[in-house]
């Protein structure tokens, strides 16, 4: 059986399905521990098998020795009962039900695209940065900091609108595009202090890359933007031009090592092109979005994600 750690409506899950022909579950968190159970069961009365099984809403009773490959993709919080309402009891409820998940997922000897902890750590872009310039990509001269005077100087050493910034994670409450640095910027430079922030040289580039791993699979996708998208092809992926594209080889191959190093089955990378034709990686991600390149590109993703899944489940049940 082959379990998908999500949520139904994930438009990205639903092509999968598609083409997903073994048995599949859809396990939202959100839905723990109000309306799916957990057992986990360590006892010699019977027959000393451990028993570890979840039942999801309006679901049989499922044991997790089924489960032979699992895809972890961008899950929602756990759902606690709204009747809950004293802020310790919630604290406590919210602490045990993580631990438990947590602990369950660890128990799970199955393949994963991604194992929890190599996905939460595969997120994080200090790490990414230091491991692909380990497996020998190219990546851009970066500074991370909330030292106003590190910050200054890192700006002042390059020529006005070389550097662009960037949050670690664009969150919703909070939006910021990657934007190269104005005089604006300059001038509330000691802001930094209140937050660390990713200041990188700007890469010029003739074209941007989406590159999708599954895997030992590459699908390489070509975007070209339109210029007043140079620093941040999402803002304009609606104009943009899409177009398969093959990594060179000695890129590919670096690419595969930091999914290795990483422990990622799965992960979306932006790569730059430039004028010159080198590859500068910028960040992988772990739970990246593919559909908006590979719906372009005729590339298919969903095809092999799905493939992948039912090729681990079938080496489990055998």
């Not at 639903?14 to 959100?30: G, K, S």
């Not at 947590?102 to 595969?122: I, K, Q, R, S």
């Not at 949050?167 to 660390?196: G, K, L, M, Q, W």
Request: proline content about 7%.
């Amino acid at each position: 059986m082959i379990l998908i750690v999500s949520f139904p409506d994930n438009k990205h899950v639903t092509r999968v399905l598609e083409h997903i022909t073994r048995p599949t579950t859809v396990c939202d968190i959100a839905d723990f521990p109000v309306r799916t159970l957990l057992n986990v069961e360590f006892s010699d009365v019977v027959d000393g098998a451990d028993r570890l099984s979840f039942t999801p809403p309006g679901m049989a009773e499922i044991n997790l020795a089924e489960i032979g490959a699992v895809w972890f993709r961008r899950i929602r919080p756990i759902g606690l009962d709204p009747a809950l309402t004293d802020a310790t009891s919630r604290l406590f409820a919210w602490s045990e039900s993580t631990e438990a998940l947590t602990g369950l997922w660890h128990a799970m000897e199955c393949f994963w695209m991604n194992p929890p902890a190599a996905d939460e750590a595969g997120q994080r872009k200090i790490r990414q940065l230091q491991v692909a310039r380990q497996v020998g990509l190219s990546v851009p001269e970066t500074l991370i900091t909330n030292d106003p005077v590190r910050a200054a100087a890192f700006i002042d050493q390059r020529a006005e609108g070389t550097v662009i910034r960037k949050a670690f994670r664009n969150i919703a409450e909070a939006p910021r595009s990657t934007a190269v640095v104005t005089a604006e910027d300059r001038a509330h430079i000691d802001d930094v202090r209140y937050a660390p922030v990713t200041f990188q040289q700007f890469v010029p580039a003739d074209l941007d890359l989406r590159v999708i791993v599954i895997e030992q699979e590459i699908f390489a996708a070509s975007i070209r933007s339109e210029p007043e998208y140079r620093t941040d092809y999402r803002l304009g992926i609606g104009s943009a031009e899409f177009n398969p594209y093959q990594l060179p080889h000695d890129v590919a191959s670096a690419l595969l090592a930091l999914h290795a190093r990483l422990g990622l089955a799965y992960g979306a990378s932006d790569f730059r092109v430039t004028p010159d034709g080198e590859h500068v990686f910028l960040e992988v991600n772990p739970g990246g979005e593919y559909l908006f390149a590979s719906d372009r590109t005729g590339q298919p993703v969903p095809q092999a994600i799905a493939a992948s899944l039912e090729r681990h489940d079938r080496d489990h049940a055998g």
